[in-house]
């Protein structure tokens, strides 16, 4: 019989509830991304460059904001009191994850509605452009819990973030248009980013790759779930082997309070 004090999904809860409660840094999170890309949509900038500009946001927002918060509560000591309770590490990271992913969407979801409007985008396009932001910000979460498994401090999940965003964006498509055939397309056709590099293509007004059709979506669908499957594998380490290492660096300080 059910224990009517347990709820479903209680890390995907409390996540929810952490970022309703720090409502400043919610209305820095809602404000930022239109400060930032608003100046860029109303430039005389390139439509393509502004496409990269709107692809790169989108990714960093996602992998910083998955990476630091992780390495962060590591070293608090939070992320190993959640697993002395008895919840499996690996559902307590996959709800993280999604709810976080989900938290970055809501958060961007005004400014991709006015990057849209500007860019006098087509009205199928706005559905396309939310699906495809939203599996982005999944695949780019996932990245950043795998690299706060690697790293043992904020300041290298920075650097090593910005490298890992580079990195997939270039595969995806963003940065060049590869040879058909070659390694790199086939690296583009799998790619998680790559449906939110076209979709923002057509948004900024670019006319080569803006195609994509529903059978598309597969191939990156499944690579978004590889990346998650890898993100979950390393939930362990995410939560308590650098905090273990950093005590026993640091004997005598203690574990911030819950």
């Known amino acids: 019989m059910r224990n009517p ?18 409502r400043r840094l919610l209305g820095w999170n809602f404000l930022v991304p239109v400060v930032l890309l608003l ?6 900038a390139a439509a393509p460059h502004r496409s990269v500009v709107y692809s790169l946001f989108v990714v960093f927002f996602g992998t910083f904001g998955s990476c630091i918060p992780l ?3 590591r070293a608090r000591g939070w992320n190993e009191k959640v697993l002395l309770t008895g919840y499996p590490a690996s559902r307590w990271l996959a709800e993280r994850l999604a709810a976080e992913a989900a938290i970055d969407t809501i958060q961007l979801t005004p400014t991709l509605l006015l990057l849209l409007w500007i860019g006098r985008a087509d009205p199928g396009v706005y559905g396309l452009a939310m699906l495809a ?3 982005a910000l999944l695949a780019a979460n996932a990245i950043g819990s795998v690299i706060a498994a690697l790293v043992d401090s904020v300041a290298e999940a920075a650097l090593v973030c910005g490298t890992a965003a ?6 995806s498509g963003v940065f060049r ?23 923002m293509d057509r948004m900024a007004g670019v006319g080569v790759r803006c195609d994509i059709g529903v059978g598309d979506w597969l191939a990156p669908l499944l690579a978004t779930a590889a990346l998650l499957a ?18 026993a660096r640091r004997p005598d300080r203690p574990l911030d309070p819950v």
């Open 230 to 247: 890898l993100g979950v594998s390393f939930a362990p380490r995410v939560a308590s082997s650098a905090s273990r290492a950093g005590l």
């Open 166 to 171: 580079l990195l997939v964006l270039h595969l």
């Open 177 to 199: 248009v590869p040879v058909t055939g070659s390694w790199g397309w086939r690296a583009e056709r799998m790619s998680s980013f790559r449906p939110l590099s076209e979709t």
């Open 133 to 135: 932001v939203g599996l």
């Open 39 to 44: 100046p860029v949509a109303l430039s005389a």
């Open 71 to 73: 390495v962060g509560d």
């Open 5 to 22: 004090g347990v709820t479903a999904f209680p890390v995907w809860r409390l996540q929810l509830r952490k970022a309703l409660r720090k």
